[in-house]
């Protein structure tokens, strides 16, 4: 990336009003054009979407709930070409399903079983990622290529090589790779991670949750496991007596099925029953999006949990590589991957782009992050030998580390045996390219997890949202935290952290320990999720970078659709330091004081609204920065197929039809006079 100069930024356009219109808003003089949809054909031959629940073979067709995007350029010859802003490989995560739409009238026996092979293989394979083809015609007149040879799903079946130091791990070994060494898919993919060398990370998120492991009841298999792996099994939530979509209940001989029941059988080994399968989840995967046969490889340095995203610190010649990622869940941590390779430039243009993964993030050290209260913070090595036992809590013994293996695969252990911050709901990280300083969403969280005596100093709220009664006493709006590294170095062991926003509604929080932003109404939300620093070349000899926040909120959609802001960044340490005082319920009170930053109408104004039930989550440009690209995840999804709640991204053109049912979608927003998106 070349350096610039940062001359002083301004946001250009007119804060959008909140609304609950089933449109995608932009402000005055931007326009909005749909791309890939849920459905849309990316292969030759394969039908238009009907979107009426009788489609098949989504693993030729964009997947459901489109999430983390990026744009990869290609040259007019069809090459590699990171300055191109006409042509390019927009690669998306596909997390999660609006099972209601997906067939005719609705699931069959969704819940529990047993399901239909057709159907649960329709869910399935709407899960992943895609990597679609994106074409300008002149004047940013984009539409997606359909036959490109290009064009890939990858999905929960699509083969996968594990790579680092837990590939081969016993805790690897499955009827699928009875050697550790195969992974089978990735699945719930959330954020991502774009390296130095042109490759997509995609991150693994509320894995958990897809897996039958009945943790109580008739058909427990408690007694045919060891406490060590009921440990782990239990702190990563693998204890659903289902399984989400109960997906296992299809087939018992058919492993793309069956493998989703974890059970250990009386007598099974980990290679003759599917009791290490949830070990094949919850990794970073990196892919190359410009080779389409090329198998996506695990990197399991970069442990396993509830992988968000995985965004890399600035790179420098001959310093380490840093990658930040957050694990979202309530009281969960902030996790840095530092390379033991030094970084050579040459190699951002090698021609073998996962041997660069190789190099660079298959040795290294996972770190977790501990906050200090006076605004300093340590990262802690996760590494054998260094991480004491993690101590006995509740019924589960105390948990002896037996390899590197055993602390990668079983991240959040180690985690909490070095004492790392809970954190409230990590969610994406960002990188700001001209300082290096690490931005995290903390997206909510609820007093059963961080009780009023559970506050400290890097999530400190405790409040109650007076909207909703008593009921969501906590940090119900969230805020983003930020971080410096000592002497600005990714591979420091050290850090200063401050909060930049804390989110709330400008209307009735208490402006003192609750909208201490000093919000209003044209930059108020909630839960920020998405996070994103506008590509250092937007710049074009101006300005930049800015700051990009992307809401996923059930606290203020009363009052507004999901939203994205765009912001100016400051530095860690610029805001005054502020008293907030918590009450909770019961009237008694903790009060800290921190370093927070002031948001302003200059710094921070809202730039899009989504349609009804959305979130907005995915966002990148072109390099030029005249083309933004944003994701639309699961418009209407509370509605039913009788009656759909959202009929966008049909309803964007104007009125439609009340049966017409919704859909995942990215846009593309672009300036009416051509110019550089928010400037
Ligand atoms: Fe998939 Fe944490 O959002
Ligand atoms: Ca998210
Ligand atoms: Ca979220
Ligand atoms: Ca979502």
């Not at 590939?167 to 195969?182: H, I, K, N």
């Not at 990622?325 to 309530?330: C, H, K, N, Q, T």
Request: aromatic share 8%; net charge negative.
């Amino acid at each position: 990336r070349t350096v610039i100069t940062v001359a002083p930024a301004a946001l250009g356009f007119t804060a959008v009003p909140k609304n609950k219109n089933d449109v995608v808003t932009v402000p005055d003089g931007y326009s909005v054009k749909v791309m890939t949809r849920l459905g849309d054909p990316i292969a030759a031959g394969v039908a238009a979407y009907a979107n009426d629940g009788t489609d098949t073979n989504f693993a030729q067709r964009i997947g459901d709930h489109g999430d983390a995007l990026h744009f990869f350029g290609l040259s007019a010859a069809g090459a590699r070409d990171d300055a191109s802003s006409t042509r390019g490989l927009l690669v998306q995560n596909h997390e999660n399903i609006n099972i209601q739409y997906l067939h005719p009238n609705g699931p069959t026996n969704a819940s529990t079983g047993p399901r239909p092979e057709a159907e649960a293989l329709k869910e399935i394979e709407a899960h992943g990622v895609s990597v679609a083809e994106y074409k300008d015609a002149g004047g940013r007149n984009w539409s997606y290529v359909q036959d490109s040879t290009f064009n890939r799903r990858i999905t929960p079946n699509t083969p996968m090589a594990f790579s680092g130091p837990a590939r081969g791990s016993a805790l690897l070994r499955t009827v699928f790779s009875t050697d550790g060494t195969q992974g089978r898919g990735t699945i719930n993919n959330c954020a991502n991670g774009i390296s130095g060398w042109a490759t997509n990370l995609t991150c693994e998120e509320n894995w958990a949750g897809y897996f039958r492991r009945d943790d109580s009841g008739a058909g427990a298999d408690n007694a045919q496991r060891t406490d060590r792996e009921l440990t782990a099994l239990r702190r990563y939530g693998v204890t659903s007596n289902t399984g989400s979509y109960a997906w296992s209940s299809a087939s018992t001989s058919n492993p793309v099925f069956r493998r989703w029941d974890a059970r250990a059988t009386v007598g099974g080994t980990a290679t003759t029953d599917y009791r290490n399968e949830p070990n094949q989840l919850g990794w970073v995967v990196e892919i190359d999006p410009y080779d389409p046969a090329s198998t996506p490889r695990k990197r399991t340095a970069l442990g396993r949990f509830g992988h968000e995203g995985a965004c890399f610190g600035r790179l420098a010649d001959g310093k380490k590589v840093a990658v930040y990622m957050g694990d979202d869940s309530r009281g969960e941590y902030l996790y840095k991957f530092v390379s033991s390779a030094n970084w050579a430039p040459a190699d951002a243009q090698a021609a073998n782009r996962l041997a660069m993964g190789d190099k660079y993030l298959d040795a290294g050290t996972l770190y977790v992050a501990r906050f200090n209260a006076n605004g300093s913070g340590q990262w802690l090595p996760l590494v054998f030998d260094q991480v004491p036992n993690r101590a006995a809590t509740g019924s589960a013994p105390a948990y002896a580390f037996a390899d590197q293996a055993d602390i990668l695969v079983n991240t959040r252990l180690a985690a909490d045996a070095v004492g790392a911050t809970p954190m409230d709901r990590p969610e994406w990280t960002a990188v700001n390219p001209v300082n290096g300083e690490v931005y995290l969403t903390l997206t909510n969280n609820s007093a059963s997890v961080r009780p009023l005596n559970g506050t400290d100093a890097a999530n400190p709220r405790h409040y109650n949202d007076p909207k909703n009664g008593t009921a969501s006493y906590g940090n119900p709006n969230g805020h983003i935290i930020r971080l410096r590294e000592a002497g600005d170095d990714t591979a420091a062991t050290t850090f200063t952290w401050d909060i930049y926003l804390f989110a709330a509604d400008s209307i009735d929080a208490d402006p003192t320990n609750v909208n201490i932003s000093g919000l209003t109404a044209d930059n108020d939300l909630s839960s920020p999720d998405g996070l994103w620093f506008s590509r250092t070349e937007n710049a074009a000899g101006k300005v930049h970078p800015v700051l990009w926040i992307q809401t996923d909120d059930g606290a203020f959609t009363d009052r507004t659709n999901n939203q994205m802001l765009a912001a100016i960044p400051g530095t860690v340490g610029d805001g005054g330091p502020v008293t907030i005082t918590n009450v909770g319920q019961n009237g008694s009170a903790t009060q800290a004081t921190i370093a927070g930053a002031k948001a302003t109408a200059a710094s921070l104004r809202r730039f899009l609204i989504g349609p009804v039930q959305c979130e907005i989550t995915g966002i990148d440009s072109t390099p030029d920065g005249r083309t933004l690209f944003v994701g639309i995840q699961h418009p209407g999804e509370e509605g039913t197929p009788a009656a759909p709640s959202s009929h966008w991204p049909a309803s964007q053109a104007g009125a439609t039809p009340a049966t017409t049912r919704p859909r995942s979608a990215v846009v593309a927003v672009t300036k009416n006079d051509g110019g550089i998106i928010a400037l």
